[in-house]
Nanobody, 120 residues
Framework: QVELRESGGGLVQPGESLRLSCVAS????????MNWYRQAPGKEREFVAS????????NYADSVKGRFTVSRDNTKNTLYLQMNKLKPTDTALYYC?????????????WGQGTQVTVSS
């Protein structure tokens, strides 16, 4: 059974940093690309960052480029999101995501989310 468990969220002031973690289990973590999404109150869930299985390529939403860095440690089955220079607009529930494609069908797996609040 796939499980994704995020942690590391909290309340910070603008300009500060946080590092989110997502521990994965129930699948071969090293074989799958992973993603971070976020959802702010009253808004739709949006893509934040992705990383391929071998860390060969990362992609970022324009709103976080240059401030956020996604990484992974396949020996620990853990995905990370280093968030620097945080802004109030980064306030959201952050989710770890894995997309499993089989037979033309994509199944999305999500963690429970970790809350990030940026406020002075």
């Amino acid at each position: 059974q796939v499980e994704l468990r995020e942690s590391g969220g909290g309340l910070v002031q603008p300009g500060e940093s946080l590092r989110l973690s997502c521990v994965a289990s129930g699948f071969r973590f090293s074989e799958f690309g992973m993603n971070w999404y976020r959802q702010a109150p009253g808004k739709e869930r949006e893509f934040v960052a992705s990383i391929r299985s071998t860390s060969a390529k990362m992609n970022y939403a324009d709103s976080v480029k240059g401030r956020f860095t996604v990484s992974r440690d396949n020996t620990k089955n853990t995905l990370y999101l280093q968030m620097n220079k945080l802004k109030p607009t980064d306030t959201a529930l952050y989710y770890c995501n894995m997309k499993h494609q089989s037979g033309g069908i994509t199944n999305d797996y999500w963690g429970q989310g970790t809350q990030v609040t940026v406020s002075s």
